[in-house]
């Protein structure tokens, strides 16, 4: 069965610092593998997507993970936060290697501290 | 991308009312949603698929009889909490799957609901 564990419930970085979340997965087949960010009281948007193409995935915000499968991670990053980017983000991987049947970490909290 | 919303976003009700969600996919046709679960300062928990025209697909340990779920059309799949009781207060979203160009979830904003 697929699972995804996130290191750290609560992350806090400077603004203008390097933001590292980290994501690992385990999958019996080749997974696909999310990152979404959620701000308080709304629904989830998808960051990014590994779809067994390129192993750095780029995404929306300055956001960016890159897929390690020695390491089954799949860490997010941005050079430099900004206080927008205050929000919880949930990693991600679907069963079967489609994007029908999605299970989620429990989250990062990510606090920017001015 | 895709536009998926929900409605009430936010709702009250009594213990033992009914109440029903829609989720609505604006700008595309849905044969597939999803339904979540999410508790305070937890992750997403998968409650049922949904799919257009025939029953929905519970996950294990959730009672299809309590979360009525209907998929009527292409775009819109409502969830229906019957009986409702206090524990059933959650934040409830929906998604909608997306089959063009590979396939991706379009999630809705939440439905908080509280019930007293």
């Known amino acids: 069965a697929q699972s995804v564990t996130q290191l750290g419930s609560h992350v806090s970085v400077s603004e203008g610092a390097l933001v590292l979340l980290r994501c690992n997965y385990s999958?019996?087949?080749?997974?696909?593998l999310f990152w979404y960010v959620q701000y308080p009281n709304q629904g989830l948007q998808l960051l990014l997507k590994?779809?067994?193409?390129?192993?750095l995935v780029k995404g929306i915000n300055g956001f960016e993970a890159e897929f390690k499968k020695s390491e089954t991670s799949f860490h997010l990053t941005k050079p430099s936060a900004h206080m927008s980017d205050a929000a919880e983000y949930f990693c991600?991987?679907?069963?079967?290697?489609?994007?029908?049947?999605?299970?989620f970490g429990k989250g990062t909290r990510l606090h920017i501290l001015p | 991308g895709a536009v998926v919303s929900q409605h009430p976003s936010r709702v009250i009700c009594k213990s033992g009312t009914s109440v029903k969600i829609e989720c609505r996919s604006l700008?595309?046709?849905?044969?597939?949603m999803f339904w979540y679960r999410q508790f305070p300062k937890q992750s997403l928990m998968l409650m049922a698929t949904s799919n257009e025209g025939s029953k929905a697909t519970y996950e294990q340990g959730v009672e299809k009889d309590k979360f009525l779920i209907n998929h009527a059309s292409l775009t819109l799949s409502t969830l229906t909490v019957t009986s409702a009781h206090p524990e059933d207060s959650s934040f409830y979203i929906c998604?909608?799957?997306?089959?063009?160009?590979?396939?991706?979830?379009?999630f809705g904003p939440g439905t908080r609901l509280l019930v007293l």
């Open positions: 700008d595309f046709q849905a044969t597939t």
């Open positions: 999958s019996s087949v080749p997974p696909y």
């Open positions: 590994y779809t067994s193409a390129a192993t």
């Open positions: 991600a991987v679907s069963d079967s290697g489609r994007d029908d049947k999605i299970i």
């Open positions: 998604s909608a799957l997306v089959t063009r160009g590979g396939e991706t979830q379009y």
